[in-house]
């Protein structure tokens, strides 16, 4: 697969572009639509999406910052392997701030956000069996709504900002791993912020996201050319 993978239709020349293909490249990559080793040429993106090269060199520069693109001098960029380092590092500060957001909302219990957590589980339920691969954003937002429900935004925003590995191996968990165990994991997390059970919020959540330390030796076996053979 190459670039004409690249989910985007038109760059809206009204708003900045560099913002634009940074989220079309990001989305591409951790979708893995872009695999591991594919070169990407900052003409033929530029050509693509009718902008110079110039916000594509940007784009390229920001991504290899967040681990996902390697830039090699006089031989071309390519998407970078998975680190599980940096996939095991996400999962740990996730499962730190998570736990706590968790259990701050069962404590708290802020008005109507059992309601649509239970709204946003079914939406989830909804995809099992036809597009797996969308629950990933349907995850997003359920985490999202627990921290801003908790008053803590800003640590869901440090999370979004380091996690682009570990979204990556979540894409291949949700397509080629049944949802049902992910989904009643939420469920079990909405169930105790309901019962007003901070220490059983805080437990369903450490359990939701260690799910990934199971399900990582299984991905890595299945698609062993998208890992980085680093020491973790």
Known sequence: MGIETIQIEQVDQSAPV???????????????????????????????????????????????????????????????????????????????????????????????????????IDAQAQLVDHHPAAFVPLDDEFHQTLAKAAGRPNAWAVIVGMKSQMDRVRQMTSAHFPLEHLIAQHTAVVDAIDAGDPEAAEKAMRGHLQMILSDLPAIREAFPDYFDPDAA
């Open 18 to 120: 560099g913002p634009q293909l940074i989220r079309a490249l990001r989305q591409s990559i951790i979708r893995n639509q872009l695999e591991p080793g594919t070169r990407l040429s900052e003409a033929e993106i530029g050509a693509k999406f009718g902008v110079s090269r110039q916000p594509v060199r940007e784009a390229f520069i920001k991504l290899a910052e967040e681990g996902l693109l390697e830039i090699r001098p006089q031989r071309g960029s390519f998407v970078r392997k998975i680190s599980v380092g940096a996939v095991l590092d996400a999962r740990f500060v996730r499962e730190a701030v998570e736990a706590d957001v968790a259990k701050a909302c069962a404590t708290y219990r802020p008005a109507g956000l059992v309601e649509e957590l239970r709204g946003q």
